[in-house]
């Protein structure tokens, strides 16, 4: 994949993310985009912050979903609430121009409230911390079951940092058919 304009992503997405000044793939892009558009096999990739990961694992993933149904197609979870605010932001820039399409950020230290409401309303993608994903699945609140793909971002971090036992509960709650993503440093 040599540039955005011929990756075969929807001109929607390639229009955004042009405006965000994305000239052409960075090496993690070019190597999981176009799998990621072939393939329905799982991915694991390694990358360090910096290297346009958050592109790598969702640009061809939105150009999958259906923009028509407001239920959640992709759950993506990352260790720290910083990271999850990041991602979710980065990926509605990348869906700006795709109407019907919203990513909404689940973390902890912050109003359940107000995330409740935000899943109520509607969306394909969350991106949450592991913890309150957990909450949030075990209060009903967030049905994870019908999910075609889930993202592990920095999987080392989120293992190191103790959520094993959380991913545990949140994977079991995940259907058996979907495709995994794990990307760690
Ligand atoms: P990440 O590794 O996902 O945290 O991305 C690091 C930074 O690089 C973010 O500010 C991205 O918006 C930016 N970025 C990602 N992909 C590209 C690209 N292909 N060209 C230029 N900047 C990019």
């Known amino acids: 994949m040599q540039n955005f304009q011929e990756s075969g992503l ?5 229009k955004a993310v042009t405006d965000m000044g994305f000239e052409s793939p960075t090496p993690i892009q070019a190597k999981t985009i176009p799998f990621l558009l072939e393939e329905t ?3 694991v990739a390694l990358a360090q912050t910096g290297t346009g ?8 993933l ?3 979903m259906d923009a028509t149904d407001k239920t959640i197609q992709a759950l993506m979870l990352c260790p720290t609430r910083e990271l999850c605010i990041q991602v979710a932001n980065e990926i509605n820039s990348f869906i700006k121009y795709v109407k019907g ?6 973390y902890g230290g912050e109003s359940m409230e107000k995330q409740k409401r935000a899943l109520r309303t ?12 957990k909450d949030m699945i075990q209060r009903k609140y967030l049905k994870v079951n019908n999910i075609k793909w889930l993202v ?4 080392d971090e ?20 979907k495709q995994t993503l794990l990307f760690s440093a």
Do not use: W, Y
């Open 10 to 14: 929807q001109p929607e997405i390639v």
């Open 41 to 43: 096999r799982d991915l």
């Open 53 to 60: 990961k958050t592109a790598a694992f969702s640009l061809a």
């Open 62 to 64: 939105i150009h999958q």
């Open 101 to 106: 399409m919203k990513a909404i950020a689940i």
């Open 122 to 133: 509607g969306g394909q993608i969350v991106v949450g911390t592991p913890g309150r994903t």
């Open 152 to 155: 592990l971002d920095e999987a």
């Open 158 to 177: 989120m293992l190191t940092m103790g959520f094993k036992e959380d991913l545990d509960h949140i994977l079991g709650n995940t259907p058996d058919e």
